[in-house]
Structure formats: structure tokens, C-alpha cells
């Protein structure tokens, strides 16, 4: 039971919420507010898959919710259209395009910088839901896509947004950044595995292993950390785990040469020590 998507005359922006026009046959759409690339995410029609075990009252009731949700959605109302996909789905659990759609208002209202992660959590479970239901769905892979593809975008926005927090010497650590802000970075880094456990494209993981490691264009210069709060941030262990994830897809990955900012305080401390 492979399902339609539903026709999008606009789409908002992720990184910046402007809303932008797509034409029919688009996949991808430029911001020309803010420069970010998308993929357009086309939500499901799902008021013709009823259960056919449904009661005929139940079944025309299910039909109007599911009408209402197509209609939410393509308002942009993602609250509105969540809360009628969990209707539908106390109805019945079992249809596959319900829970991608709902997987659809999740990745919207995660777009909000400070719910991002909770929210992604969210999306892949619900996609793996629908996955479960139906395996081969190409509309679940096509969104699947659509969707890791966003979110990496999304929180790559979000990561260089996040400025040095100016402040007195002894509260910021690592050239100007406050522990906040750090913890911050590191949750938007994060993603990029979430995205990836959505949709496996090495890339993402590619550039996570680049930002923890030293090199020029990382976000921040992980080896001028202090040493005393050397143990806050798994920052050598989560580029180890992220290599070997890449390293099962691509055996002959070689990770970045600089040497991690691990390496670095290693001499620190013996040479500190002698
Ligand atoms: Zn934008």
C-alpha cells in the first residue's frame, strides 16, 4: 500500500523560518534569505488508506481526522497535524505512512534551536516504526533521506551561530568559549550521528570526525583546552566511535592526519612533568 505525497506549495525554512515557494517537480530548494539548501519534504496523504478492518463508522471517522491532518500539514501547522497523527494512530498503530508523517511534524517542531535534540530522538524512532510496519516503503527511504539531509543542514546552521560568549578570563576555558557554550557545540556534533543513523551517509560522520579534530576550519580549537577540565568532554572517544562507524561502511576511510587535541595534552603533561 504505497501512498501519494501530499502537493506542497511552500515550504519553511529550517535554518531561518522563511517561508519559500516550490514548484512542482523540486527535491531541493535554496533559501535566498539565508543561503541554506533543503530538501523538500513532502508530507503523505494518508486519508485513503484506511484500515479496511475498521468499522465503517470508524473508517469515516478516520477519514476526516486523516483529512484534516493533510490539511494541517500543508498549512506548516505541525502541532495541530502531530497531535491528529497520534488520533489516527490510537485508531490504528499500524499504518506505516501515519507514523512517517508524524516523524514529518517531529523534524519540524524540532526546528526550534533548543528542542532540536530531544525532537530527533523522536524522529528516528518514529521512522523506525514505520520501517517495521513496512520495510520496503520507498516513500519512507525517500523522507528518511529528506529528512537526515535537513537535520544536518539545520544543526550545522545552528553550530556556527553559536558565538563566544564574552566574559572574564576565568570563566571562559577554551580559546573564549564558556563550558556552555561547549556542551552546545558538542550536542549539535551529536546530530550528525543522529542523522546518520536516519539516513547512512558517511559524510555526516566525516565532518564530526573533522570538527574534533584540530584542524583549521574546526568551530573550536579543541587542543587549547584547560587541563583540569580535560574530562568533561568525550571528545577522543566519540571521534574514535565515529570513526569505526565509518570505517564498517568505508574500510579504507583515513581519518584527518592532525593529531587530536588528546595527543597534544599528552605531551603537555609529560613535558609539564619533566
Ligand atoms: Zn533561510
Redesign the pocket.
Known sequence: MEQENLILISQK?S????SLDIESSLTKIK?M????TFQVIRPLKVSSSANSSLSEENKQKYINIAKILEKSMLANNFQEAYDYCNKLLEMDTDNADVWIDKAICAYWLSSDNKIIFSQAKEITTYLNTARQINQDSEKLKEISIAIAENLFVLSRYYLYKIQKTESTKYETFCSGYLRTDLTNILEHIKLWDTAYQIHPNVVFLKRAVEELTPVLKAKVNWEQRILDETNVFPVKALKEAYIQKIKKAEPLYIPPKKPSWFAYLINYVSSSNG
Open positions: 525554512c535554518s531561518c523560518g522563511a533559501c534569505y539565508c543561503g541554506s
